[in-house]
């Protein structure tokens, strides 16, 4: 362990912008020579994430286009968490709006910061088990479809560049180091 006294200091901040999802702005910090820098920061809601098993060891993923980087790619359902809502309750709303599914059992998985230098974004990932059908997605504007995709794929989607986005790939490599596919448990 590193000398914990070592670290950046904080005297305060200054926004660019506000919204109630995104603050963007400035922070008076001190580095660890003693420098005083303004870092820019940017605070984003927190968000809930859901990998969806179905008892065939398939993950439920969405084949989406994201207009920042014009670039396609499999994702898992997931969004912003609203308010006092729970991560867990987020997680399951976001998959029945974006998928038309249910989660009958629902685990956490791992808790992460994608871009933790410039951002503070916690991302909270849960695994749900036995899906249930409810009904058509609601939000139709998520995606151009969702499929079942073998977990054991996974691994080859993420080398051709289809799963690319750092909640997708960081839920799912995770969740292969702790279950693995079926065939290797």
Do not use: C, K
Request: hydrophobic share 40%; aromatic share 8%.
């Amino acid at each position: 362990m590193g000398d914990e006294t070592s670290g950046w200091r904080a005297f305060g901040e200054r926004p660019i912008y506000d919204s109630p999802d995104v603050w963007l702005g400035e922070v008076d910090v001190e580095l660890p020579d003693g420098e005083r820098i303004w870092h820019h920061v940017v605070r984003l809601s927190r968000a809930a994430v859901m990998v969806l098993l179905d008892e065939q060891d398939r993950v439920l993923l969405l084949w989406r286009h994201r207009f920042i980087p014009d670039r396609w790619g499999w994702e898992l359902p997931g969004g912003l968490v609203d308010g006092d809502e729970a991560p867990t309750d987020a997680a399951q709303r976001e998959l029945e709006e974006e998928t038309g599914y249910h989660a009958g059992r629902v685990e956490h998985l791992v808790t992460f910061q994608p871009l933790a230098g410039l951002v503070d974004s916690e991302h909270v990932v849960f695994t749900g088990r036995n899906p249930e059908r409810i009904g058509e997605p609601t939000d139709l504007s998520e995606s151009e479809r969702a499929d079942w995709v073998p977990l054991a794929s996974v691994p080859e989607l993420i080398s051709a560049g289809q799963i690319w986005g750092a909640g997708t790939l960081v839920a799912l490599l995770r969740l292969l180091t702790v279950d693995g596919p079926a065939d290797s448990r």
